[in-house]
């Protein structure tokens, strides 16, 4: 079956570092996103990896390792406006997007 | 970057009306377009798939009877939940994908569907 694990809940303080990881198990790998989705608003792109390694965009950055099946998403220089969720997505063998439960991240003063 | 709009953004209606929301890509063409939905706290569950031109592709356990679509156009695609009931109350958010981009899909802002 198809299972992507995401931590439910993160805290962290405002201009620190979070680490959200992301494992996965699905019919096929066609590549990985991360999403930001604020409360009642529809989710944003945030980064997107098909091959293993970092891909560095601002103060995010996301990992990817294939052979593990694990990926993370960092944030760095925290901002109050980062609390929100953020999902884990694969694309599978049938070009569908299975999304994790989501990362709910709340950013403290 | 690309845009994706729904129309409407919020809709209360009674039960056993339909209800149509619309998905428009405003300013790239989409081949491509997904309706997910998702419950309080939960994640998006894609429902179907929609391929302009052709009929969309049903999820598992999603009623193609139930949840109309259409997809008429490169740029817009309809959802029409027939004879909604109160556990179709979700928030409901649709996806579109470029011709020209297999990466990312661009998502539209969500329709908040309340069934009373």
């Known amino acids: 079956g198809q299972n992507i694990d995401q931590p439910t809940e993160m805290t962290a303080t405002e201009g620190a570092i979070v680490q959200i990881n992301c494992t996965y198990q699905t019919s096929g790998f066609n590549g990985l996103f991360w999403y930001q989705q604020h409360a009642g608003e529809a989710p944003t792109f945030l980064s997107y990896n098909v091959l293993d390694g970092l891909e560095e965009k601002g103060r995010f950055s996301s990992f990817l390792s294939r052979s593990k099946g694990y990926s993370y998403l960092l944030l760095k220089e925290l901002q109050m406006k980062d609390s929100a969720s953020y999902l884990c997505a694969v694309r599978d063998n049938t070009d569908k997007l299975i999304f994790g439960t989501g990362t709910r991240l709340q950013v403290f003063p | 970057g690309a845009v994706v709009s729904q129309h409407p953004s919020r809709v209360i209606c009674k039960s056993g009306t339909s209800v149509k929301i619309e998905c428009r890509s405003l300013?790239?063409?989409?081949?491509?377009m997904f309706w997910y939905r998702q419950f309080p706290k939960q994640s998006l569950m894609l429902m179907a798939t929609s391929n302009e031109g052709s009929k969309a592709t049903y999820e598992q356990g999603v009623e193609k009877d139930k949840f109309l679509i259409n997809h008429a156009s490169l740029t817009l695609s309809t959802l029409t939940v027939t004879s909604a009931h109160p556990e179709d109350s979700s928030f409901y958010i649709c996806?579109?994908?470029?011709?020209?981009?297999?990466?990312?899909?661009?998502f539209g802002p969500g329709t908040r569907l309340l069934v009373l």
């Open positions: 996806s579109a994908r470029a011709w020209d981009s297999e990466e990312t899909q661009y």
């Open positions: 300013d790239f063409q989409a081949t491509t």
